[in-house]
Nanobody, 119 residues
Framework: QVQLVASGGGLVQAGGSLRLSCTSSGRTFSNYHVGWFRQAPGKDRTLVIAIAVSGDVSYSADSVKGRFTGSRNNAQNTVYLQMNSLRPEETAVYSC????????????WGQGTQVTVSS
């Protein structure tokens, strides 16, 4: 059974930074691409950044390019989301998910961490 635990969320002022972490257990982490998603109240969940097995960022949403970066440490089964210049509209629950190499769907999800950006 896979467990994904996200952490690092909190309250930050607009323009501030946060670094989220997501740690996986129960699977060979290096066999999975990782996605960071966010869901604001009343809105759909959207993909923010996707990080390939290699550690390359394979996707960044247009709204976060130049401000958010993703990275991973396969030895520690951990992926990171560095968020800079945060905006109030980015208040959301941020969660990570795993997608097995060669598949199209994210099959394992973490519980998410709340990020609140005050104006």
């Amino acid at each position: 059974q896979v467990q994904l635990v996200a952490s690092g969320g909190g309250l930050v002022q607009a323009g501030g930074s946060l670094r989220l972490s997501c740690t996986s257990s129960g699977r060979t982490f290096s066999n999975y691409h990782v996605g960071w998603f966010r869901q604001a109240p009343g809105k759909d969940r959207t993909l923010v950044i996707a990080i390939a097995v290699s550690g390359d960022v394979s996707y960044s949403a247009d709204s976060v390019k130049g401000r958010f970066t993703g990275s991973r440490n396969n030895a520690q089964n951990t992926v990171y989301l560095q968020m800079n210049s945060l905006r109030p509209e980015e208040t959301a629950v941020y969660s990570c998910a795993l997608r097995r190499v060669g598949t199209l769907q994210y099959g394992f999800w973490g519980q998410g961490t709340q990020v609140t950006v005050s104006s």
